[in-house]
């Protein structure tokens, strides 16, 4: 049984690392989106406290529900801004692109990614990223360039371009 006061109660229980509650309602939130079930997740976020709505969690699948209502304007924004507060989150670089690239934006989308710290520019992911946005943007020997880093650096990234229609075609170029 706790000896102390109330306020040393209230005081350790803040300083505890993420409440069980907290866990429990990001578990109830993703299992609803991969259900499909929108309207459910969002009641979930609604519930979350107010002090933990600006995790980068809790951002993350709010940015998602955003998407798949197709509300990709606010995701842009909303991914954008949670970049500034989380800026070693590669996610809400990535989130922010793909909902400019869904606004047919691609200058949008590029900037946003290479905006990203060069921490990930060394990544396979990023190169193939910015591989489709040149290749949107009609820049077809520098998505050639970066699709060749992409598989250099994650020779898995092959696979990928191979089934994507676009990538497939700088690939077939590139030979």
Request: hydrophobic content about 45%; some cysteine; overall charge positive.
């Amino acid at each position: 049984m706790f000896a102390g006061n109330t306020m040393d109660l209230l005081s350790a229980i803040e300083h505890q690392p993420e409440p069980q509650a907290l866990q429990w309602g990001l578990k109830f939130i993703r299992g609803y989106l991969e259900l499909g079930m929108l309207s459910a997740a969002e009641r979930e976020l609604a519930r979350l406290s107010v002090k933990h709505r600006c995790y980068a969690d809790v951002i993350e699948l709010r940015i998602r529900v955003l998407f798949e209502r197709g509300r990709f304007e606010k995701a842009a924004w909303l991914a954008r801004s949670a970049a500034k507060v989380y800026p070693g989150v590669a996610e809400f670089y990535l989130y922010a692109a793909h909902a400019y690239e869904a606004l047919d934006r691609p200058d949008q989308a590029k900037a946003v990614w290479v905006s990203a710290p060069s921490l990930f520019h060394v990544s396979g992911i990023f190169h193939y990223t910015l591989a489709r946005f040149e290749a949107k943007l009609g820049n077809a020997s520098s998505a050639r360039a970066h699709i060749a880093l992409a598989i250099e650096l994650d020779p898995a990234i092959q696979k990928r371009a191979e089934n994507d229609p676009r990538m497939r075609a700088l690939l077939d170029k590139s030979n």
